[in-house]
Each structure stands twice: as structure tokens, then as C-alpha cells.
């Protein structure tokens, strides 16, 4: 495919069609990596780090289990006071 490199601020930038990202498995949010070698660039998809999954003493649903809206204060509700309105 024949494209052409164009001026983008001050930088340069070339457009990558959609079947030829979709072809590398690429998306326009894709980190990237491009090395030269020669007189060629090269550009290759950067792994995504994976998240590391946090084993937290407590589940969401152990932290809710005994809320009901008394308990909750979700009756309550907390009156701004003067200083908070501005007065």
C-alpha cells in the first residue's frame, strides 16, 4: 500500500488504515513501540501489563451484608452548616 508521511504540528505522521491495524491487532488506543533499523521503522504492538488482582481481607459483599437503611444512615441526612452555604 502506497501512503504518503504528512505534517502534524511539529511532528509528522502517517495514517494507518483500519484493515491494517485490524491485520496487526492493533486499535487506535494501542501502545506501540517503533525502533528504526536500516532505513525502515518498525512498529510492534507493546504487551499490556496485567493487572495485579488485590486479595483484600474483605469482600464488597461482607462489607454490605448487615446495611439496612437504618443502619446505614441512609434516613439521616447532615445539615450544611453556615460556613458551608457561604454565610
Given at each position: 500500500m502506497r501512503?504518503?508521511?504528512k505534517r502534524w504540528g511539529n511532528s509528522a505522521a502517517v495514517r494507518l488504515p483500519t484493515r491494517i491495524l485490524a491485520a496487526a491487532r492493533l486499535s487506535?488506543?494501542?501502545a506501540i513501540s517503533?525502533?528504526?533499523k536500516g532505513n525502515k521503522i518498525i512498529i510492534e504492538?507493546?504487551?499490556e501489563p496485567q493487572l495485579k488482582h488485590l486479595k483484600?481481607?474483605?469482600s464488597e459483599v461482607s462489607l454490605i451484608a448487615d446495611l439496612s437503611p437504618e443502619t446505614a444512615h441512609a434516613d439521616e441526612l447532615a445539615l450544611p452548616s453556615?460556613?458551608?452555604w457561604g454565610d
Open positions: 501512503t504518503e508521511i487506535d488506543s494501542s517503533m525502533v528504526v504492538a507493546l504487551k483484600l481481607p474483605f453556615a460556613k458551608e
